[in-house]
T-cell receptor, first 113, second 111 residues
Framework: NAGVTQTPKFRILKIGQSMTLQCTQDMNHNYMYWYRQDPGMGLKLIYYSVGAGITDKGEVPNGYNVSRSTTEDFPLRLELAAPSQTSVYFC????????????FGPGTRLTVL | TQLLEQSPQFLSIQEGENLTVYCNSSSVFSSLQWYRQEPGEGPVLLVTVVTGGEVKKLKRLTFQFGDARKDSSLHITAAQPGDTGLYLCAGAVTSYGKLTFGQGTILTVHP
């Protein structure tokens, strides 16, 4: 199993551009999450999904959109990129069993100039 | 919004020393986890604690969940350079997996 994979690894955007961060998991997990990590700030939840077709906002959803058409994929869309969206983005997933243990992807480092 | 306060934010020690990282909140958590993150990678789960007063050991790492399930600690005995990394605590108030993360502790262990 590859676990959680994310693409791209790095990206530089200009202000106002759009892009999609890809996330795929091969563990058949129902729950998927998008976080952003800023220096000294831990991880902040952007959006999450409890299953295909179901998404909900997290703590910092403004400027982002998500969709969940399949169990495996959970893309994060940035519209009209702003410098405040410069961050490292992590996708995570978890199954139904256990106590909220999440498996993280390797992250996407995004810079908006 | 539940807050998790982690301390210290930075820790720089010599190989062989002991250390403790604290994670505190005013909220009660149904479970609390500790993750370790290396540069350029995602967090990796170390342990989950779910019962008040619970103590778990993972080789030289000892994790404790407070009796009231509002706080936790991570103790490392005889730290090694390989322990260097960012340590994150994360708590879940409910069972459907929304985690609140602390701001992290950056640990550097010098040879």
């Amino acid at each position: 199993n590859a676990g959680v994979t994310q693409t791209p690894k790095f990206r530089i955007l200009k202000i106002g551009q759009s892009m999609t961060l890809q996330c795929t998991q091969d563990m058949n997990h129902n729950y998927m999450y998008w976080y952003r990590q800023d220096p000294g700030m831990g991880l902040k939840l952007i959006y999450y999904s409890v299953g295909a077709g179901i998404t909900d906002k997290g703590e910092v959803p403004n400027g982002y959109n998500v969709s969940r058409s399949t169990t495996e994929d959970f893309p994060l869309r940035l519209e009209l990129a702003a410098p405040s969206q410069t961050s490292v983005y992590f996708c995570a997933s978890r199954g139904l069993a256990g106590y909220n243990e999440q498996f993280f992807g390797p992250g996407t480092r995004l810079t908006v100039l | 919004t539940q807050l998790l306060e982690q301390s210290p934010q930075f820790l720089s020690i010599q190989e062989g020393e002991n250390l403790t990282v604290y994670c505190n909140s005013s909220s009660v958590f149904s479970s609390l986890q500790w993750y370790r993150q290396e540069p350029g990678e995602g967090p990796v789960l170390l342990v989950t604690v779910v019962t008040g007063g619970e103590v778990k050991k993972l080789k030289r790492l000892t994790f404790q969940f407070g009796d009231a399930r509002k706080d936790s600690s991570l103790h490392i005995t005889a730290a090694q350079p390989g322990d260097t990394g960012l340590y994150l605590c994360a708590g879940a108030v409910t069972s459907y997996g929304k985690l609140t993360f602390g701001q992290g502790t950056i640990l550097t262990v010098h040879p």
